[in-house]
């Protein structure tokens, strides 16, 4: 049972998503206390390799309010831990052009750890958001109709 903490609902609007993985996530004790208590918000954050390491970029995560003097900056730069092959794959897939890894939303997993789940995507243009908006709707009408054909 995965205890979600916030959701990157942009992500799933404006990008195609081709592939998910899960990521731990390195913080600081005050800041899983404040992630317990809900305090993240991922919406305009992506993630970025960098010497081999990848790492999470405008991601919000404050500190508790009790943390005292141990408090953090809520808008660092946080190291996301995967295994090596996993950078590796990530790697050759984001030298192709348009491909981005953004974190769709981050959660506590069965054993309390703190984990982001990466998904690598492809930019869809307005034209393709407006399309897929149109094809959600269509779908929902379907329901409604027959939903009331039911009764």
Known sequence: ????????????????????????????????KGLRQGNANINDSFARI???????YNSYIASAP???HFKTEPEGIRKLLLHRRQIDKLYQSLTQR???LIPTKIYFN???????????CKGKKIYDIRQSIKEKEAQLKIRRVLKNKKR
């Open 50 to 56: 960098e010497n081999g390491e990848v790492f999470l």
């Open 66 to 68: 009790q943390a005292g």
């Open 110 to 120: 069965e054993r309390g750890l703190a984990k982001v789940e990466l998904a690598l």
């Open 1 to 32: 049972m995965n205890k979600i903490v916030a959701t990157n609902r942009k992500a799933l609007r404006g990008y195609e998503i081709l592939e998910t993985l899960e990521a731990g996530i390195e913080l600081k004790g005050s800041e899983v």
């Open 98 to 100: 348009g491909y981005t």
